[in-house]
């Protein structure tokens, strides 16, 4: 008989088909060759490991992917990793058989960083994971099992390059035990198109011996043995939602709008050059931010200040003079350390030494990215936009905007072309900061809202932690009324607030965010338009209406119904 389980939706669309377990490698003891023999072995696969990787990333770059190819370029370091490599030729050389002293020492570092309260460094467990099991596969001279037709993959967790490895069609679907919407596995499954459903409770005792599953990445439903009604249902469902979409594409040529004419502008989050005519496509009025830390990873050292000014102009000029790209200084540190900087260990990355706190010791590298940005406006003929992020008070401000100016300084002394002014804002998604909203409007020109740490930060749960997935809705009364005094500082100050975290990018939040009197949404291309049609079937004073029943309400669920009934008669 058919039964109903639901989890946390990943990546949207429907898939049915056969459910196909993935199980991780398990090594043996024991072995009898020699410990040398053993290290030499180790260190030849894990070097194997980060070729392969690597191959794979440049498989995605060809796909036109390459923040995803970032992942796994990511990946390839991870497995040559000191931290990694060592600690397993140390057990090898202690006895342990070669696979088994890999898998070891990866697990002790992942089970370190899935205890940590940050999300996204607690999610990365599943990467440390991933690379051992590709090093043990190596050593054992085994291949990579797969299933023999498509199939929906059933797992604990997912290795995130698996999906990456597999030929396309192959995975109809994932739906996991555990993981987040931001662990990487997620992020490649909504990529490549493949619907995802995660944190899903007992998935492993309900579809054990079980037939076909039929999920669905966006309401996080999944169905086993779904019957003919089920089916027709869910195939019901899929013809309305591409209808809905094909529709959506048709308003790409219009300034996103309500209904009655009021204007909220709709942008772009991207992470490197690469990803500008895919956003321009969808119809982005401009870049609402550039996640610039990604030009800093996979390498030895920063990059020059050239190879900056190359990457920014690259962006400008595709967007010109009349869309803003909003370039956002470096957000190192976190779950994205880079060990050319030399910061120390922290217990908690995620609240440690990151973002606009590097200047503290890596000043310089903060003020070549600004040269960087001025020199790059000034070639390409715009006025630069650029932010920060983990601004928690006044003196963070001040800080940036003396950054802002040394390097200007810096840039005019030496000649050439530069702007005569930046337009400069602050990400708000410390509580400090949302609170000092009003002190801070006065300071700079914009705000720019990032929901997903805001959200983690208020509610004080862990977004990489299944168990509190329930905490992980940025629609929450708490957060929305966080967000709605950003607002009320800035407008008492004239200047505008944008949204650039998840909450953009889903149809309900938008409405609620534009209600709240937000000016601009910036999401992943892929979302546009979505929100753009959904902004279009409703009127400025029903949104309104919305954003203050759900300033009233004490609970996400409530909220989240309240948006859902509004948006459902927009499609």
Not at 64 to 78: D, K, S
Not at 101 to 118: F, I
Request: proline share 6%; aromatic share 2%; hydrophobic share 50%.
């Amino acid at each position: 008989m058919p039964s109903r389980i639901e989890g946390t939706p990943a990546a949207p669309g429907i898939a049915v088909g056969p459910a196909w377990r993935f199980r991780p490698r398990k090594a043996a003891g024991a072995t009898g060759s020699t410990a040398a023999g053993r290290a030499v072995r180790i260190r030849q696969a894990a070097e194997a490991a980060a070729l392969e990787l690597e191959g794979l990333a440049a498989r995605l770059c060809a796909m036109n992917r390459p923040g995803e190819a970032e992942i796994l370029e990511a990946q390839a370091l991870m497995a040559v990793d000191p931290a990694i490599v060592d600690e397993a030729v140390r057990l090898a050389r202690g006895g342990l058989d070669s696979e088994a002293a890999v898998l070891a020492a990866a697990e002790a570092s992942a089970t370190m960083l899935g205890s940590l309260d940050d999300a996204l460094l607690a999610a990365r467990a599943a990467d440390v994971r991933d690379v051992a099991e590709r090093i043990a596969r190596i050593l054992g001279g085994a291949r990579l099992e797969l299933p023999e037709a498509p199939s929906i993959v059933v797992a604990a967790d997912l290795p995130p390059s698996l999906l990456a490895e597999m030929p396309p069609g192959l995975a109809l679907g994932v739906a996991l035990a555990g993981g987040s919407p931001t662990a990487h596995v997620a992020i490649l499954a909504r990529s490549l198109g493949i619907p995802a459903v995660v944190a899903v409770p007992r998935l492993l005792d309900v579809v054990r011996g079980a037939g076909p599953l039929a999920i669905d990445g966006e309401s996080g439903e999944i169905v086993v043995n779904p019957g003919t009604a089920e089916l027709q249902q869910l195939a019901d469902r899929r013809a309305r939602r591409a209808a809905r979409d094909r529709q959506a594409a048709t308003l790409r040529d219009r300034p996103a709008a309500t209904a009655d004419g009021e204007r909220i502008a709709l942008l772009a989050n991207i992470r490197s050059p690469d990803d500008a005519p895919r956003a321009l496509e969808a119809g982005a009025e401009g870049v609402g931010l550039f996640r610039t830390e990604y030009l800093f990873l996979r390498r030895r050292s920063p990059p020059t200040e050239a190879e900056q000014l190359d990457a920014y102009r690259r962006v400008m000029e595709t967007f010109g003079p009349d869309r803003s790209v909003v370039i956002r200084l470096a957000d190192i540190g976190g779950d994205k350390s880079i060990s050319y900087l030399g910061l120390p260990d922290q217990p908690n990355p995620f609240l440690g030494v990151r973002a606009i706190r590097l200047a503290g010791g890596s000043r310089e590298l903060l003020l070549a990215q600004l040269r960087a940005i001025w020199r790059a406006a000034g070639l390409a003929g715009v006025t630069p936009h650029v932010m920060a992020a983990m601004v928690s008070t006044v003196a963070d401000a001040r800080l940036l905007l003396e950054l802002r100016d040394e390097a200007r300084s810096a840039v005019r002394a030496a000649g050439g072309p530069s702007p005569e002014r930046m337009v400069t804002g602050l990400m708000i998604e410390v509580p400090s900061a949302a609170i000092l909203a009003p002190e801070l409007a006065q300071m700079v020109d914009f705000f720019s809202i990032g929901t997903n740490d805001l959200t983690q930060y208020v509610l004080a749960a862990d977004r990489g932690n299944p168990w509190l997935a329930r905490f992980q809705d940025a629609l929450h009364p708490a957060v929305l009324r966080t967000i709605a005094g950003v607002v009320a500082g800035a407008d008492a100050a004239g200047i505008p607030v944008a949204v650039c975290g998840e909450l953009a990018g889903d149809p309900a939040g938008a409405l609620v965010l534009a209600g709240l009197g937000v000016d601009e949404l910036s999401a992943d291309a892929s979302s546009l338009d979505g929100i753009r049609a959904a902004l279009a079937g409703v009127t400025g004073a029903e949104l309104r209406e919305l954003a203050g029943r759900a300033l009233g309400e004490t609970d996400a669920e409530t909220v989240r119904a309240l948006a859902g009934k509004l948006l459902a008669r927009t499609r």
